[in-house]
T-cell receptor, first 114, second 119 residues
Framework: GENVEQHPSTLSVQEGDSAVIKCTYSDSASNYFPWYKQELGKRPQLIIDIRSNVGEKKDQRIAVTLNKTAKHFSLHITETQPEDSAVYFCAASWGGGSNYKLTFGKGTLLTVNP | SAVISQKPSRDICQRGTSLTIQCQVDSQVTMMFWYRQQPGQSLTLIATANQGSEATYESGFVIDKFPISRPNLTFSTLTVSNMSPEDSSIYLC????????????????FGPGTRLTVL
């Protein structure tokens, strides 16, 4: 099965700085890579995703890059704000059709200091 | 996206009892999933529940302990049976926004979760 490693486990930045979270996956057949943000006591919220036919995707201050050869993908947050503070999870989709499933990384606690 | 609700939002139960968690979606979806998230941990898939077929369980999870129903395209239940304190966790359902007509996006949206405490 798929294995997803996520680093770092905690990340502290100053407001306005950039934050980068990295994930690696093991199954070269994985083709979908979402990122979720989970605030304390809330549900995971999808913030951005990328598919294996794309190398980079951007949505305002958030971007995701994918390197299929190295089997890693990264989340980039620019101009961080205190409300970006949360736990971020990466995931990789393994399988296809009705057999697909998401495997999650262990999460990164991001703290943005005002 | 989809509007997803879960009941109950939280519960405190005695060991040896069972709790059924409901997940309701405001649109028809083919695939629904049940996850467990232990305090401070990541999300672990318990099973995939597709309408019209038996649920598919992940390694370490069995039907006798976590029976699942999927009676239609908008609803599912997860039962946590014969509970012990180790079952204390948040249980989340998620749905794939793919339509019943096979437009599979692989994109999952989560319900608000059920916080279970077993004494």
């Amino acid at each position: 099965g798929e294995n997803v490693e996520q680093h770092p486990s905690t990340l502290s930045v100053q407001e306005g700085d950039s934050a980068v979270i990295k994930c690696t996956y093991s199954d070269s057949a994985s083709n979908y890579f979402p990122w979720y943000k989970q605030e304390l006591g809330k549900r995971p919220q999808l913030i951005i995703d990328i598919r294996s036919n794309v190398g980079e995707k951007k949505d305002q201050r958030i971007a995701v890059t994918l390197n299929k050869t190295a089997k890693h993908f990264s989340l980039h947050i620019t101009e961080t704000q205190p409300e970006d503070s949360a736990v971020y999870f990466c995931a990789a989709s393994w399988g296809g059709g009705s057999n697909y499933k998401l495997t999650f990384g262990k999460g990164t606690l991001l703290t943005v200091n005002p | 996206s989809a509007v997803i609700s879960q009941k109950p939002s939280r519960d405190i139960c005695q060991r040896g009892t069972s709790l059924t968690i409901q997940c309701q979606v405001d649109s028809q979806v083919t695939m629904m999933f049940w996850y467990r998230q232990q305090p401070g941990q990541s999300l672990t898939l318990i099973a995939t529940a597709n309408q019209g077929s038996e649920a598919t369980y992940e390694s370490g999870f069995v039907i006798d302990k976590f029976p699942i129903s999927r009676p239609n395209l908008t609803f599912s239940t997860l039962t946590v049976s014969n509970m012990s304190p180790e079952d204390s966790s948040i249980y989340l359902c998620s749905v794939d926004v793919s339509s019943p007509w096979g437009l599979d996006t692989d994109t999952q949206y989560f319900g608000p979760g059920t916080r279970l405490t077993v004494l």
